[in-house]
């Protein structure tokens, strides 16, 4: 794991020192080298940066960037399967000179172009100078574990695995999109392919960028898309044979995330994915897995007890530390530095908290995200199946009489209902399902922090709904039903844009690797073509995956509601966090970059201090983005 920045100036401006400045803003991504590739001619400058963090060949001949006939790199991740691709490309007559996947992604370009994508299997942001071809070629792999910002304007090209890192140059224009503004306070996160930045976007997962230099145009091809796989029949499987065959598939899959130099250890949070991971990790091994858990003193929403106890069950090397709210609270501060745009998901903090005390003992960890989006397992999924059906069944007249009447009635003003927790942005809900009861409209108002009319009275300035994979139409009528729509979509947008990014900068803070077993692009294609009855099973969610896990932990143990770690945002921001809350969304703050109406942040305020308590999402998103614009752009 590492990180890699550069540029390609068709003005020839930037100088090595900048490129020396760029690279260094990521350094905690990599503190075991730096390196850079640095040419200037007559029509342009190339620049290329990297800071290593040792995982694989920790000598120093796998330094990057590295060069092989004309093929220059800098590489952010793992190629799991690189000795096999290694060894086909030794019998096509390839000699090597290091035992690292970055020179076998070198010489497989060289052997097969674009083609050799196909062969990977892993976690990529990749940027490749040809200096023949006089092209950048970058790289997004399938899922989009690993982050690639790039900025383009006046002939210049950048490039980073955080927007530090291209922020850093000198010519980069902080020029704030409020329509990313707009759908960041929507859903907590930015999606893809934009930034919070005009000119800067992300490379889309599953994606290759080639800027070609003596045009200065670039090419956007997608290589791997997941609607190609859920597009397909169903399989003719029984369910006893399905469960069985995922277990063959995750058992590889996993297998592969524990290639390594240097010590591995698992994420245990005592849920199934988690316990999934390490159950078929640790059942073929006499060596003990380490396994690390974060628990709270001052939550009953903790699941340390029960990973705990699945750790003793499997025989792993278990760690467990307990913090306190204020460990947890000193973060915060902290955030808009690690997720250097806009994020709002306040899981970063015991991810980053379990990232520092898995750091203490190993250098790579496996985190089991993705289990929820590949097998059915979120709550939202159950209120879609289950009622989904039951609001599109009303008869279209009554449905439009029932949203006019809501239309006219405040949810102020119906009695007792209104003091319920929840109850307004509930109402609201209802009321948009009543006028479009798809599937699509119904997981949107699941997902949203403001709704469409909540932010049309926020956002001061003019904006625009970004088009992302939230409209996603790619599922074909045929393959299409509901389940397959939302997993489809949260795989394209939340779990890509929020969880991914999420664990990447948590466990890069502390200069540790972060792989994600369950996004083996083997365990998406098959299970994607599962049929939808085997993953939601007569109402129970994830039931495939719950069956493996059993086989090893027993169900008496996993049986029990999911909690996670609790993060108290509602009470801190009643509390601990008024003040900086207070400074941060004051008028005179608000003002600074005149995004928002402060009459409705006033309000929004007002509203939850005197108790209207479910509003403390919207403020956490805004509370977000002033930290950040605090940071970044005062």
């Known amino acids: 794991m590492c990180g890699i920045t550069g540029f390609i100036d068709l003005e020839?401006?930037?100088?090595?020192v900048v490129l020396r400045r760029m690279t260094n803003e990521i350094s905690h991504r990599g503190p075991d080298g730096e390196g850079i590739y640095y040419s200037g001619n007559n029509e342009f400058s190339v620049g290329l940066g990297h800071r290593r963090l040792s995982i694989i060949d920790l000598s120093t001949a796998a330094n990057q960037p590295m060069e092989f006939d004309g093929l220059h790199i800098v590489y952010n991740g793992e190629i799991y399967n690189y000795n096999e691709i290694r060894n086909e490309l030794i019998t096509l007559g390839h000699q090597f000179l290091t035992h690292s996947d970055t020179e076998v992604i070198l010489h497989a370009w060289k052997q097969w172009g674009e083609k050799s994508i196909d062969r990977w299997r892993g976690m990529f942001a990749i940027a490749l100078y040809e200096e023949r071809a006089g092209e950048l070629v970058c790289i997004r792999d399938r899922a989009g574990v690993k982050p690639f910002y790039y900025y383009f304007k006046d002939g210049l090209f950048l490039f980073g695995s955080e927007l530090k890192a291209v922020m850093a140059h000198p010519q980069f224009e902080k020029t704030i999109d409020p329509n990313t503004v707009a759908s960041f306070l929507q859903y907590g996160y930015i999606s893809f392919p934009y930034s919070i930045f005009?000119?800067?976007?992300?490379?889309?997962?599953g994606h290759l960028l080639r800027l070609k230099i003596d045009s200065g145009t670039i090419e956007l091809k997608q290589y791997w898309n997941v609607y190609d796989h859920y597009n397909k029949p169903k399989l003719s499987i029984s369910l006893p044979e399905a469960i069985e065959e995922t277990e063959k598939i995750l058992s590889e899959s996993f297998a592969y995330r524990m290639v390594s130099d240097v010590p591995v250890g698992v994420f245990l949070s005592g849920g199934y994915d988690s316990s999934c991971v390490t159950a078929l990790l640790q059942k073929?091994?006499?060596?003990?897995?380490?396994?690390?858990?974060?628990g709270t003193t001052d939550n009953k929403l903790d699941e340390a007890p029960f990973a705990k106890e699945i750790a003793a069950h499997l025989g792993t090397d278990h760690?467990?530390?307990?913090?306190?709210?204020?460990?947890?609270?000193?973060?915060?501060p902290d955030l808009p530095y690690y997720y250097d745009e806009p994020f709002a998901d306040s899981s970063a903090i015991p991810t980053i908290?379990?990232?520092?005390?898995?750091?203490?003992?190993?250098?790579?960890?496996?985190s089991a995200d993705a289990g929820d989006e590949v097998f059915a397992g979120y709550n939202r999924?159950?209120?879609?199946?289950?009622?989904?059906?039951?609001?599109?069944s009303i008869p279209k007249p009554l449905r439009k009489l029932m949203a006019f009447i809501m239309?006219?009635?405040?949810?102020?003003?119906?009695?007792?209902?209104s003091r319920k927790r929840n109850f307004h942005s509930r109402y609201d809900k209802l009321k948009n399902l009543l006028h479009d009861p798809s599937t699509s409209e119904l997981l949107k108002n699941l997902n949203l922090v403001y709704s469409d009319k909540d932010i049309r009275l926020l956002m001061k300035t003019p904006f625009y709904e970004l088009k992302t994979h939230?409209?996603?139409?790619?599922?074909?009528?045929e393959f299409s039903d509901p389940l397959s729509f939302m997993m489809a979509i949260d795989y394209q947008t939340y779990m890509a844009d929020d969880i991914l990014q999420k664990v990447d900068r948590a466990t890069m803070s502390v200069s540790l690797e972060g792989r994600e077993p369950f996004l083996d692009q083997h365990i998406i294609e098959w299970a994607a073509q599962l049929p939808s009855e085997y993953k939601y099973y007569n109402g129970e969610k994830k039931y495939i995956l719950k069956q493996i896990v059993h086989k090893y932990v027993p169900e008496s143990i996993m049986k029990r509601p999911k909690m996670g770690f609790g993060i108290p945002v509602e009470t801190w921001l009643s509390k601990e966090l008024k003040g900086l809350v207070m400074e941060k969304l004051s008028n005179e703050n608000l003002k600074q970059h005149g995004l928002f109406n402060v009459s409705e942040v006033e309000k929004i305020l007002s509203d939850f201090y005197k108790g209207r308590t479910e509003k403390y999402l919207k403020i956490w998103n805004l509370l977000m983005f002033q930290m950040w614009y605090a940071k970044w752009m005062n």
Request: charged residues 35%; contains cysteine; glycine residues 2%.
């Open 353 to 366: 908290l379990v990232s520092r005390l898995a750091r203490k003992k190993v250098t790579v960890a496996l």
């Open 381 to 392: 999924y159950d209120y879609i199946s289950r009622y989904g059906n039951k609001i599109a």
């Open 470 to 477: 939230h409209r996603s139409d790619e599922l074909k009528p």
């Open 284 to 294: 073929d091994r006499t060596e003990k897995i380490k396994t690390f858990t974060i």
């Open 407 to 417: 239309e006219s009635v405040s949810s102020d003003r119906v009695p007792y209902f």
């Open 12 to 16: 020839k401006k930037t100088s090595e």
């Open 319 to 332: 760690t467990e530390y307990y913090c306190t709210s204020q460990e947890a609270l000193d973060i915060i």
């Open 198 to 205: 005009k000119n800067t976007f992300k490379i889309p997962a």
